[in-house]
Every structure is written in structure tokens, then in C-alpha cells.
């Protein structure tokens, strides 16, 4: 795989979809049982923008993702790659997330506090160590 110019590194955040659940049935499942420990109003924040998308891209989009195999990619990353994962996330598996950061040949795993939706409803539980790998790679 390329290195772009100018990457220094990359960072999985909640990664997905975890392949214990790389179906659709169950990607929903794992999705429902996540959400629910989500607060109400980021289904408000997302509900606008799947409506803008559109049922057939939201199906696209999750179509996509079953089909990525992170796995056999992450191996292939020519910089370090940082695997943040929230510790009560229930789309992805701190295993899964675990063995991503041990396939890089560079990689880094770090627990944040959250369930899976950490980036939107958490993002200085991860600033920090992206601010320490943006650091390292300097």
C-alpha cells in the first residue's frame, strides 16, 4: 500500500464492523444493542444527515463497511496506526480492536471511555492520545 504524502499516521476510532458481526443482520443487532446506551440526543444530531443521505446510501454505506476487511488492511499501513477503542462499545469487540493494533506493523491500541459513539459524544476522551501519536510521529 501507498504512503500518501504528508500521512504520519493513522487512527482508527471505534473501528468497524467487527467480524463476529459482518452481516447485516448482525451489524444491526450489535448496532441496536449499542445505541441504546447512547445518549438521546446524538440520534437527534444523526437522524438529519441519514435523512440528507438517503436510504439507499445509508444501505450503501453499511454494505461498504460489511465489505472492508480492516484486518487484511491494516497489515499493508506504512505509519503507525493508533486503535481507539471505547470500553463499553458493543459494535466492535476490544479483541477485534486488539488484534488490529497487533497487525500494523506500527500499531498502538488505547482504551477510551465510551461506547462506540466516543468520537461524537467524548472527543476529549480521545485528543489526548491522538495528540500523543501526532507527537511520536513528528
Known sequence: ??????????????PTVDPGSRTLGGVLRAWY????????????????????????RVVQA????????????????????LVLYGDRDLLCTEEWARSLSDRAPDGRFRTVA????FPWTAPTAWSGPIRRLAEEVA
Open 1 to 14: 500500500m501507498r504512503r500518501p504524502p504528508g500521512v504520519r499516521g493513522l487512527v482508527l476510532a471505534s
Open 33 to 56: 444493542r449499542d445505541n441504546r446506551g447512547n445518549p438521546a440526543d446524538l440520534a437527534d444530531v444523526h437522524r438529519p444527515e441519514r435523512r440528507r443521505a438517503g436510504l439507499p
Open 62 to 81: 453499511v454494505r461498504a463497511h460489511l465489505a472492508d476487511r480492516l484486518e487484511d488492511v491494516v497489515p499493508q499501513v506504512q505509519v503507525p496506526v
Open 114 to 117: 465510551g461506547a462506540h459513539s
